[in-house]
């Protein structure tokens, strides 16, 4: 006897609303972590530029949704026709969660490479090549796992 | 090297580490103390956020040898609240989320197994939807699989997709219909 407490889309044909194919979020985290590696071995005018452009990808797969950045852009338009259609689709909020946390260390990272402390500023971009290269190599999303754990503690402190 | 190349070798090496890591234990069912079996939270919508906290952080295990037992068990109170109900056997209670892909991943696994196993029932409950239950159970990452014995007390639980090998497993470690289960952990 099988029960399904929450009936979603079946796997496969339907795309359910605002889907999105998960290969896509996978394939911009490999070519996020370029990017990082990048900044990372670049030499000092070059890695700012390149942070701050990285940024403002963050940036826009935050505010704009997932699908608005150059990552996703390269996918549909190069990738995307050459494949096959996904076997599943994939609820678009988490990794676009998972994008402003980027954002959030991109511009930690920023910052900190503006103001002088190199150091700092690296190592708040290695943490983030490290979620970036976890969701390409492994198809973890560190972000979005971050997700349940935020949703969990804001809904308590709205009970208590 | 520079600073950069450095910090750069050392994420990848870290990245390769928690991957590795995280395959390694995905699935695996670690048994868990009697925290279920303390967690009756008692019938009702409406549990006291203090109980459900105090079950979350676990208690001491002197403190829930002998649950009352007019409580009704935690496991049949999530499967009541989503509508269904325990297994004779066992009850396979997943914990998904809408985005998570290794969550389809273990649907399809356990309800081979609920399936194939009679007296097993798979019931799934949306972590997001039901964040009481979540916070109950002590649920961090989604999948979680707890595998619940016939009263709905907790046997054992696993993160992360399992194999149809690991669930049977676990299965064969949960009591034949003992009403004192909880005791034994």
Known sequence: MTTTATPRSAAGASRPDGGIDPRGPQLAAALTSVVLLAVLLLPSPYDVVLLAAQAGAFASGAVRGVQATPQAWLFRTLVRPRLAPPSEWEAPEPPRFAQAVGLGFALVGLLALLAGATVVGQVAVGLALVAALLNAAFGLCLGCEAYLLIRRATARRIAS | ?185
Do not use: Y
């Open chain 2, 1 to 185: 090297m520079t600073t950069g190349a450095w910090i750069a070798v050392a994420a990848v090496v870290l990245t390769v580490g928690l991957g590795l890591w995280r395959n390694a234990t995905d699935g695996r069912f670690r048994p868990r103390r009697a925290v279920g079996a303390a967690a009756a939270p008692g019938a009702g919508d409406s549990p006291a956020p203090a109980h459900l906290r105090e079950v979350e952080h676990g208690k001491d295990p002197d403190d829930v040898a002998a649950p009352p037992p007019a409580d009704v068990p935690p496991g049949a109170d999530v499967a009541a609240v989503v509508g269904q109900q325990l297994g004779e056997r066992a009850t396979l209670l997943q914990f998904s989320s809408a985005f998570c892909a290794p969550c389809r991943a273990t649907r399809r696994v356990l309800e081979d197994v609920s399936r194939l196993v009679p007296g097993v029932t798979h019931v799934e409950v949306d972590a997001e939807q039901h964040l009481d239950a979540t916070r109950a159970f002590g649920i961090l990452r989604t999948p979680t699989t707890l595998v619940l014995d016939g009263s709905g007390a907790e046997v054992t639980r696993a993160t992360g997709a399992p194999t149809r090998d690991q669930v049977l497993t676990a299965l064969a470690r949960v009591p034949s219909q003992d009403p004192d289960a909880s005791t034994t952990s």
